[in-house]
């Protein structure tokens, strides 16, 4: 082959290598960019998809934060108060409150007699058992679910009064809750310091003072007065022409009474 020819081969195969290249780089060019675009997309896809996590997670967070442990709390306390109570309940009065009732509806606090009546409602037991200061001082068949019964022998101040029913075989009992009552038989004092019996005033109105017990009410006709700590009370009575009739009444809770009474005699000037 003469050179001439050779370079013209030469510069083909040249030519050649150059058209079959630049096709090759512009794909290689375009793959990369492709890719580049590909890895960007994903690249904020997970960007995003961690966002919306964190997003989850606080708020996740947030609700046992605020809500969970709450919940968790109460439930908690509800399951230790629940079983706190079964462990401190008598199991007598679990089977005493299947079993019967004994309910007592009236026991006076204060009397100023030596005898009281108790009622109240009795159900599945057969007798019951009355007692004052812890001395049984009368016994009553059950014969319906009412029951009114009179007792006696209280002592002069301060007893303690309760019942007990059972049945006839002795295998259950249930007894009440136990009531303090005062028995007062004196009556109250009632001192009366002003106005005196028949005094004349030329005044339309005039004092009336005095001192009693603690805890007593006092009525000057028939209108409450005040009573303080001490026992001391007062108050003013208006008047008409004449004679004025004051009525002066001391009552204590068991119903003991004590009254005095006045005349004043208002004379206008």
Request: aromatic share 10%; net charge positive; proline share 3%.
């Amino acid at each position: 082959m003469s050179r001439s020819n050779a370079g013209y081969f030469s510069h083909f195969s040249s030519v050649v290598e150059q058209r079959y290249r630049k096709p090759t780089m512009g794909v290689r060019f375009s793959q990369v960019a492709h890719m580049s675009r590909l890895e960007q997309h994903q690249q904020k896809q997970f960007r995003q998809k961690l966002i919306f996590s964190l997003v989850l997670l606080v708020a996740i967070f947030f609700v046992l934060f605020t809500f969970g442990f709450k919940i968790l709390i109460n439930t908690a306390l509800f399951i230790t108060n629940l079983t706190a109570s079964k462990k401190n309940a008598p199991v007598t009065d679990t089977t005493e409150t299947k079993y019967g009732l004994l309910d007592i509806n009236n026991i006076p606090s204060a009397t100023n007699s030596a005898q009281i009546i108790i009622s109240g409602t009795v159900s599945n037991y057969d007798v019951l058992y009355f007692y004052v200061n812890d001395s049984k001082v009368k016994e009553k068949k059950v014969d319906s679910e009412e029951f009114s019964q009179e007792i006696g022998d209280l002592k002069k101040g301060t007893n303690t009064v309760y019942i007990s029913a059972k049945s006839n075989d002795s295998k259950t009992e249930k007894k009440s809750p136990e009531y303090t009552v005062v028995y007062r038989g004196e009556k109250p004092k009632l001192d009366i310091s002003e106005p005196q019996d028949n005094t004349k005033v030329s005044n339309s109105e005039v004092k009336v003072a005095g001192q009693t017990d603690k805890d007593i009410l006092i009525k000057v006709n028939d209108f409450p007065v005040v009573v303080d700590a001490q026992g001391n009370f007062q108050t003013s009575v208006r008047l008409k022409e004449g004679d004025n009739p004051i009525t002066i009444v001391a009552i204590d809770d068991a119903g003991n009474s004590e009254t005095k009474n006045l005349k004043v005699v208002y004379q206008k000037d």
